[in-house]
């Protein structure tokens, strides 16, 4: 499955020096004119849109639900919004040290490469090509395909077959796109991001103005209610770094960022004030129309919240959700597409997701290699108790990363840092993540046990493709053969730097 890693030389601190060996002389042989390398297209307000764009996604329009019904109040609900976007802030900041010290693409993957070296790395990047990330793209896609489709059966229950087929469609769009054109990519999704925060303006406008009329009858008491429990809290701040996650993802195309010492940490710092305010006054705006009560017995808060105060116009708002499930979708497959880029190009994954089209410039394999993974995700089995199960997983290695910033301040202590974060934030942040995981286990043990059980899974799959190198030749012979059939049928080749090395 997966070409034998580099022995890795260590010349100056780096794993990321190392390369794999193994390319086809004869498919290296046939280099075009022009260089074949991602090019650094990412500019501040694509990298602005590429956060915003990805962190507001279905969650803040359908699933509010899950903080109030863990913390058993408005008001502790608020304050958990708020905790879930400072300390996601905290967490931003750190990727921003990390990014603009360590100019590699590739995120988490790089990052623990880096400070904690190939097998938690393999891990990582193993789960999320089997499982996180196709049950995540599945997630949002089928909650794009439902509200595309909201406005067409307004009388009637929505078939699920017509869901999943329009679902499908806006997948393979999706695909498209990231493997056609890196620009086409970033300008849609710069329009996307925009139909994002107008959607969400249209919800915190008329909240404004209910408050101005003095509908505050919601907030009365707002701490009274079901008390949170030890057993709650975690699951509601999981809900909460969920609807928040996503402001890692400019770390995982870094290379193709331009001026990155300056943009990732200015990107970074501007998209999470804008998301914190407009999640925090969105909830806000909700409350002022809707009860508790109501808001946990909705199927989507947000076109409740428009049926309410705006009538017909409330057709818009599943439109609008829509647009920023496509959103998600676009900035996820285009950033998460790197890691295994990186991830190839460093022996853990086969050798050709590290390819690139001759004309394109896209890393064309690295992106369609999740389309048949969900698919199988979209049309089978109960994606949101799988994603239950693999939510410590994507914190427990989101913790260790920032550990490892706190681990390179000592192990590398002259390693350049353009941008430094005070040492408490890392600690303070890696410590939470760590202290939810540790949470989860006690509170869910059943769904986390089997999240723990399929992350281990990575650990003989590393010794088995990875560092066993006594496969069978007819093995090799059949890897070798069908890389350069995939390399001839989706005219991709090796990067000009990799090549180079």
Partial sequence: MVRKAAVVTVSNGSYLQGQPNGRLPSMDSRQPQEKVVLKKKVTLLRGISIIIGTIIGAGI???????????????????????????????????AELGTCIKKSGGHYTYILE????????????????????AATAVISLAFGRYILEPFFMQCEIPELAIKLITAVGITLVMVLNSTSVSWSARIQIFLTFCKLVAI?????????????????????????????????????????????????????????????????????????????????????YFTTISAGELLLSKAVAVTFAERLMGSFSLAVPVFVALSCFGSMNGGIFAVSRMFFVASREGHLPEILSMIHVRKHTPLPAVIVLHPLTMIMLFSGDLYSLLNFLSFARWLFIGLVVAGLIYLRYKRPDMPRPFKVPLFIPALFSFTCLFMVALSLYSDPVNTGIGFAITLTGVPAYYLFIVWDKKPKWFRKLLDTGTEALQILLEVVPSEEDQKS
């Fill in 61 to 95: 329009f359908i699933s509010p639900k899950g903080i109030l019904k863990n913390t058993g109040s408005v008001g502790m609900s608020l304050m958990v919004w708020t905790a879930c976007g400072i300390l996601s802030l905290f967490g931003a900041l750190c990727y």
């Fill in 115 to 134: 400070a904690f070296g190939p097998l938690p790395a393999f891990v990582r990047v193993w789960v999320e090509l089997l499982v996180i990330r196709p």
């Fill in 201 to 285: 303006l249209i919800i915190i406008v008329p909240g404004v103005i209910q408050l101005i009329k003095g509908e505050t009858r919601h907030f009365k008491n707002a701490f009274s209610g079901n008390d949170a429990s030890i057993m709650g809290l975690p699951l509601a701040f999981y809900s909460g770094m969920y609807a928040y996650s996503g402001w890692f993802y400019l770390n995982f195309v870094t290379e193709e960022v331009e001026n990155p010492e300056k943009n990732i940490p200015l990107a970074i710092c501007i998209s999470m004030i804008i998301v914190t305010v407009g999640y925090v006054l969105t909830n806000v705006a």
